[in-house]
């Protein structure tokens, strides 16, 4: 059996929206409607000066694109506001939840592995970094240690039980003392 290195330290999140989260929001928003406003229109006039747009593939790709990049920013500017609601005071002290680490016995794979429940836009499962959206990070979250949990994953069922939990409020906790020390 190994244990898999632990994700990297958390960011602090305080009781809002993480900020790096919200900068990339942000920053995709501004480069969409940049395409929208600035390169998708002269993509449109060179594909028209082609001729016959019913056969021009330039002229209808650079429209697909154009309402996919209509609609995206719509969309982040949606989830920008689901996550700035998220008041992380709700999140529970004794559970699995956003920003915690959990260790877990993969008896699948008879290995511990280290999970970090994160939002859709960090998550990166080489680094552990795992969504509270996807199928494991569902199967986790209002997970106590003890709990042992089947996850229907594309690659088949997978049994977990949780081994150790370290919630946001405890890495926080943790924090404090270092902080005050440095002062």
Avoid: W
């Amino acid at each position: 059996m190994r244990l898999k290195q632990p994700p990297s330290p958390p960011p602090d999140y305080g009781l809002r929206m993480p900020e790096h989260i919200k900068k990339q929001l942000l920053e995709e928003i501004q480069q969409l409607e940049y395409e929208l406003t600035t390169e998708l229109p002269a993509e449109i006039k060179k594909a028209r000066a082609l001729g016959d747009l019913s056969e021009n593939a330039e002229y209808h790709m650079a429209k697909q694109r154009q309402e996919f990049v209509n609609a995206r920013p719509g969309q982040l500017k949606k989830r920008m506001g689901e996550l700035s609601l998220v008041n992380l005071a709700n999140i529970p002290r004794d559970k699995a939840g956003f920003g915690s680490t959990v260790v877990v016995y993969d008896s699948t794979k008879d290995e511990e592995l280290v999970y970090r429940l994160v939002t859709s836009e960090e998550s990166d499962v080489s680094k552990g970094l795992i969504s509270t959206t996807s199928p494991i990070g569902q199967g986790i979250v209002g997970k106590k240690v003890g709990d042992v949990v089947t996850i229907v994953t594309p690659n088949g069922k997978r049994e977990l039980e949780i081994l150790k939990l370290t919630t946001i409020h405890d890495e926080a906790a943790a924090a404090e003392p270092a902080d005050g020390a440095a002062q």
